[in-house]
């Protein structure tokens, strides 16, 4: 049985609690950070078989190889690179004054934020939790984590082991339904990061607002994989198809859809069934493929689909299988889809990918300028003149070139959205910055000549001035 869901009532004593524990120690060392990284990693580590079977058993079917490979591998990787250099963000940044104020000096002191709110979406609730806890953790903050009621088997897990491994000044993670997220995202936390909808992301800086709490968006929309001209077309098509497929294409940066040349739709078609077939070989037979998190979310994207077709789409099924008792859907090629399709107007968000073709690619770059940025942009091109064209002339949270997802894995590279998909951004040191107040301090030298410029403003100021103002 389910543990009861957080009230609303308590959320802000919680939130009492985290800020009274950050004030009797506002400025934590390294050591002492470096432990509660160090208790986040066993929590994983040491609970490693019953995180990935929860997961499982929320979605219905959730294969432990992508939980391991997707959430917890970068999950642990995110934790170790903050553990190997998170002494050295903290580190003031020292700096020279403006030659007019020498010999003062400046600095910047990384000061912690306070209370850190993380809102986690249902894909992937372990690094999409863990993940900003890392950076938060770092940074020296508390933090109260709110877990989607879409995942409620691993949210409960969440939350007991957060109790076990943490004071409960240090981490809180909350439950419950949507009215549970709207009371939590209206506390005034010192800064609030949310993942999700761009929908939801509105409500969300909305309730912010009313604080001046800081948010940070990571948000979605429709993210384009292009295929160039000079694109290695059968490598191109092997990793959009394994980008779309991974948790039955659950992810806010998988490719939404693919903008190719007009003469080879039929060959991306013919090409990516081979590839999914020797990805998931015996689909029907438990193939470690995974299944649409709900009833809601499964019926939502047959309607999408088949509301294209009956606008002259044509549905290119990649297995022969639609397993709707396990919401398995496998992942569906969509050709001759009208522009005004609803799968062409909102994320997808699972395995159905429209195949839209162009002459030229300019054509495919203007295209995408007239519609909402994303949070993602994939190109597959080998020639480096055709890859700075799409780097200048397109707009996107992240690029990847010659793959797709992995911009997302690297530390020292921010995860972030621009416009409709987001706003901020963390991961690694980004994330650290984030997470922090980066004080500026001015350190006034005992022998300075700023007297200088004091009143009364006679002839020496007005020279002064001058100078000033001249240089």
């Given at each position: 049985m389910l543990p009861t869901d957080t009230p609303a009532s308590a959320l802000s004593s919680m939130l009492t609690r985290q800020r009274d524990a950050?004030?009797?120690?506002?400025?934590?060392?390294w050591p002492s950070r470096a432990d509660r990284l160090k208790a986040l990693r066993a929590l994983l580590t040491e609970n490693e078989?019953?995180?990935c079977d929860t997961i499982n058993a929320d979605f219905g079917c959730r294969p432990t190889e992508e939980v391991r490979l997707l959430e917890l591998f970068p999950a642990l990787s995110s934790i170790d690179h903050a553990l190997r250099h998170g002494r050295r963000w903290m580190r003031p940044r020292r700096r020279f004054a403006d030659v007019w104020f020498m010999p003062a000096r400046t600095e910047l002191i990384a000061q912690p934020l306070g209370v850190i709110g993380i809102i986690v979406p249902w894909n992937y609730p372990l690094y999409l939790a863990i993940g900003p806890l890392t950076d938060a953790?770092?940074?020296?903050?508390?933090?109260?984590?709110?877990?989607?009621?879409?995942?409620?088997?691993?949210?409960?897990?969440?939350?007991k082991l957060v109790a076990r491994y943490f004071p409960a000044g240090e981490v809180r993670v909350v439950t419950g339904d949507a009215s549970i997220a709207q009371a939590f995202s209206a506390l005034p936390f010192d800064h609030l990061l949310f993942t999700g909808s761009t929908t939801v992301g509105r409500q969300v800086m909305r309730a912010a607002a009313d604080n001046l709490t800081p948010v940070t968006l990571e948000l979605g929309g429709k993210s384009p994989?292009?295929?160039?001209?000079?694109?290695?077309?059968a490598h191109a098509v092997e990793r959009i198809v394994y980008g779309k497929s991974v948790n039955a294409g659950q992810t806010c940066i998988a490719p939404d859809y693919v903008l190719l040349p007009r003469a080879r739709v039929e060959e991306f078609i013919h090409t990516a069934r081979r590839v999914f077939t020797r990805m998931f070989p015996n689909f029907a037979d438990h193939a470690p493929y995974a299944s649409?998190?709900?009833?809601?979310?499964y019926r939502r994207l047959l309607d999408l689909r088949d509301r294209s077709v009956a606008?002259?789409?044509?549905?290119?099924a990649l297995a022969d299988v639609q397993d709707d008792a396990r919401r398995r859907l496998p992942l569906t090629l969509l050709t001759d889809v009208v522009d005004d399709a609803a799968v062409m107007r909102e994320e997808i968000f699972g395995p159905l990918l429209p195949l839209v073709p162009y002459d030229s690619l300019d054509a495919a770059l203007?295209?995408?300028a007239m519609r909402p940025h994303p949070l993602a942009l994939y190109l597959f091109e080998t020639d480096r003149t055709a890859q700075r064209k799409v780097l200048r002339y397109s707009q996107a949270g992240g690029v990847t070139i010659n793959d797709t997802l992995y911009h997302v894995a690297q530390h020292r590279l921010p995860f972030g959205g621009v416009g409709a998909s987001g706003m901020g951004a963390y991961h690694g040191e980004v994330g650290f910055r984030t997470f922090s107040k980066m004080k500026p301090v001015f350190r006034q030298s005992r022998l300075n000549g700023i007297a200088l410029l004091n009143p009364p403003y006679g002839k020496r100021f007005q020279r002064m001035l001058k100078l000033l103002i001249r240089h």
């Open positions: 950050h004030h009797r120690k506002p400025f934590p060392d078989t019953t995180i953790l770092a940074a020296g903050n508390h933090a109260m984590v709110k877990m989607s009621e879409y995942t409620p088997h691993f949210s409960a897990l969440l939350a994989a292009i295929i160039g001209p000079g694109a290695r077309f649409i998190i709900n009833e809601r979310q606008q002259g789409a044509i549905a290119h203007e295209y995408i």
